[in-house]
């Protein structure tokens, strides 16, 4: 497997404005049947975002732990810190089944009642 390049904070940043861009969105009160198809790609049981973000955090605890050797009580709880909320945004890849629940669903336009 050949070595995936480096990203840059410029490539880290763009990835979290398409997320502020979907944040924004949603506050303006889309239907929901527009939403589900942006939750499937958010929340997909292998490549979503609590997938990606909790592998992101236990890489980067393992890292710390291996560099510094957990010389501090202070490096320690942060590398706990980093694996706990590893598993926590892990945990929410759960929320896969419910979009695929939601979408057996029939849902209307945005402000319409569902039928």
């Known amino acids: 497997m050949p070595t995936p390049s480096t990203p840059s904070a410029d490539d880290v940043a763009q990835a979290t404005a398409a997320l502020a861009q979907v944040q924004k969105y949603l506050h303006t009160d889309p239907s929901v049947a527009d939403v589900l198809p942006l939750l499937a790609v958010l929340l997909d049981q292998d490549t979503g975002v609590p997938i990606l973000l909790g592998d992101i955090l236990r890489s980067a605890a393992h890292l710390v ?3 510094t050797k957990a010389d501090s009580n202070e490096i320690r709880l942060i590398v706990a810190g980093l694996r706990e909320a590893a598993q926590e945004a892990t945990g929410w890849h759960v929320l ?3 979009v695929l ?4 669903h029939a849902f209307g336009p945005a402000g319409a009642p569902a039928p």
Do not use: F, G, I, T
């Open 101 to 104: 629940r939601l979408n057996s």
């Open 96 to 98: 896969h089944w419910d």
């Open 65 to 67: 732990a291996q560099v």
